[in-house]
C-alpha cells in the first residue's frame, strides 16, 4: 500500500514538472493589421501597419514575404518601429511596419494574408526559437474620385504646387526664336506616376514640341511624394502678340474632402521682329534705289541695265540662300526635338541604361518611357502587362537590388522590357499613337 502511494507521489510531481516546463516553454507571439483609411477614393494613399507582438523579444529581424495586391502600387516602408504594449495587462514587446497602397481601380481591394519569420524566445527562456506569423486578411473599399462641377479630378493628393520657368527672357522674344518651358508640379502623398500630366494649349503662329516628362520619387521615412516635370519647346513665327493660356491643376483632397486647384496665370509676350528675317524689304529697297538709273541715263542703258541685273541676281541668290540655310537649321532643330521626345528615343535610353547606369537611374528611365507607352485610361501597373511568370521575375528583380548582381539578371530586365514594349505596342496597335513628329 505504501508502495503504491509512493509511486502516485512520483507520478503527480512529474506531472506537475511537465506542466511547469509546458507553460515556461510557450510562445505568445501573434500580428495585428491596420488600414486607415478602411473606405477612400482611387489613388488615395491607404496606410496598411502591420504589428508583430511577442510575450518575450525578438532575437532576430523580422523576415517577410513581398505583399502582392491586384490593381494596386505598394509602396513597403520596411523600417521597422519597436515599441512596448500591454494587453489585458501583459506586456508585450513590438515591432511595426507599414506600407502606402495605392489602388488603381474601384471597387473592394483585398489585402492578403502575408506571411512573418520570426525568431522569439518562449517565455521563460532565452534562446530564440523560429516562429511563422500570419496576418489577417484585409478590405479596402475603394470609390471613384468625385467630380468638381464638370470637371474630372483625376490626381489625389494632400496638396499640390506648380510653377513654370522659361529658358529665355519671354519680354526679348523675336520672330525664330526657340524656347523652353519648363512646368513643375510638385505633390505630397503620391506618386510621381499618379500626378495628372497637362494638356497644354497651343497658341496662334506658335508650333510646341513636347518632351518626355521627368518623374522624380521624393518619398521620405513616413509618406510617399513626388515631383512632374513638364518641358515643352515653343517656336515663335510670327510678329503678333501672343497669349500663353492659364495652365491649372485640380486634386482631390482625401482629408477634407475637397477639390483644390492650382493655376499659372496666362501671360501676355508681345514678339518682336527678328532683323535676320526683314531682308526681303532691305532688298526691294535696294532693287528701288537701283531703278532710278535705269530711267535717266540714255548714253550707255546696255551697260547699267546689265549691272542693274547683275547686282539683282546676286542679291536675290543671297536672299534665298540664307532663308535655304535658315530653313534648313529650323527643321534640323525641330526634328531633333521631336526625335528627343519620341517613344523609340525614351526605349532606346532605357536600353543602354541597362549596361552604362545605376540601378536608380534605370528606375527613372522606365517609368519615364512607361508613361510614354501608356494610354491615361490603361493600368498604370507595370506588372499588369506581364503574364504570371514573367510578373513574378519581374517584381523580385525590381523589388532588390539584383539589378546589380551580374548580366544573368541585366539579361532578364533586358528580355522583360521589351516583352513589355510588344505588349503594349504591337499588341495594343499603338505604333501610331506614340506622339510622333505632329506638334501640339
Not at 483585398?110 to 527562456?125: F, H, K, S
Not at 514573367?390 to 522583360?416: H, M, P, S, V
Request: overall charge neutral.
Amino acid at each position: 500500500m505504501v508502495k503504491n502511494a509512493k509511486h502516485i507521489s512520483l507520478l503527480f510531481v512529474v506531472g506537475i514538472l511537465l506542466s511547469v516546463h509546458s507553460f515556461a516553454q510557450k510562445i505568445d507571439a501573434f500580428a495585428r493589421v491596420s488600414v486607415a483609411p478602411r473606405e477612400g477614393v482611387v489613388r488615395q494613399a491607404y496606410k496598411v501597419t502591420i504589428t508583430v507582438h511577442s510575450s518575450t523579444w525578438f532575437a532576430k529581424p523580422l523576415q517577410f514575404t513581398n505583399l502582392h495586391i491586384d490593381d494596386a502600387f505598394i509602396i513597403p516602408f520596411t523600417r521597422t518601429v519597436s515599441s512596448i504594449n500591454y494587453i489585458n495587462n501583459k506586456k508585450y514587446a513590438t515591432l511595426s511596419f507599414y506600407y502606402l497602397v495605392f489602388p488603381y481601380n474601384t471597387g473592394d481591394i483585398l489585402i492578403p494574408e502575408l506571411e512573418i519569420n520570426a525568431n522569439i524566445p518562449p517565455e521563460g527562456g532565452y534562446k530564440g526559437e523560429p516562429v511563422l506569423i500570419r496576418t489577417k486578411r484585409q478590405m479596402i473599399k475603394v470609390k471613384p474620385v468625385p467630380s468638381s462641377k464638370d470637371e474630372n479630378v483625376w490626381t489625389v493628393a494632400n496638396n499640390i504646387t506648380i510653377n513654370d520657368n522659361w529658358s529665355k527672357n519671354i519680354e526679348t522674344l523675336k520672330v525664330g526664336d526657340v524656347v523652353e518651358r519648363e512646368i513643375i508640379i510638385t505633390a505630397s502623398g503620391t506618386l510621381p506616376s499618379l500626378i495628372q500630366p497637362l494638356i497644354i494649349e497651343k497658341p496662334e503662329f506658335t508650333s510646341i514640341y513636347p518632351r518626355e516628362p521627368e518623374l522624380q520619387d521624393k518619398r521620405t521615412d513616413k509618406s510617399a511624394n513626388g515631383v512632374r516635370i513638364e518641358r515643352y519647346s515653343y517656336l515663335f513665327e510670327d510678329e503678333v502678340e501672343i497669349i500663353i493660356p492659364e495652365e491649372q491643376i485640380l486634386w482631390w483632397n482625401p482629408t477634407t474632402e475637397s477639390v483644390y486647384k492650382r493655376t499659372i496665370p496666362e501671360k501676355k509676350i508681345t514678339i518682336k521682329a527678328n532683323p535676320d528675317l526683314a531682308m526681303m524689304e532691305s532688298l526691294k529697297d535696294s532693287l528701288l534705289a537701283m531703278s532710278a538709273p535705269l530711267q535717266t541715263t540714255e548714253e550707255e542703258p546696255f551697260s547699267w541695265t546689265l549691272v542693274g541685273l547683275l547686282l539683282i541676281v546676286l542679291l536675290l541668290a543671297g536672299y534665298f540662300g540664307i532663308k535655304s540655310l535658315r530653313y534648313a537649321v529650323r527643321s534640323y532643330r525641330k526634328n531633333r526635338i521631336v526625335y528627343l521626345q519620341s517613344e523609340a528615343y525614351c526605349f532606346k535610353q532605357l536600353q543602354d541604361a541597362l549596361d552604362h547606369k545605376t540601378r536608380k537611374e534605370f528606375i527613372r528611365l522606365l517609368y519615364i518611357w512607361f508613361d510614354k507607352v501608356r494610354d491615361s485610361g490603361q493600368s498604370a501597373s507595370i506588372s499588369d502587362y506581364l503574364n504570371w511568370p514573367e510578373r513574378d521575375i519581374w517584381e523580385d528583380l525590381i523589388q532588390t537590388n539584383e539589378f546589380d548582381a551580374g548580366l544573368e539578371n541585366k539579361n532578364q530586365f533586358r528580355i522583360l522590357i521589351s516583352k513589355l514594349r510588344e505588349n503594349l505596342v504591337v499588341n495594343d496597335t499603338q505604333k501610331g499613337r506614340l506622339r510622333k513628329l505632329n506638334p501640339v
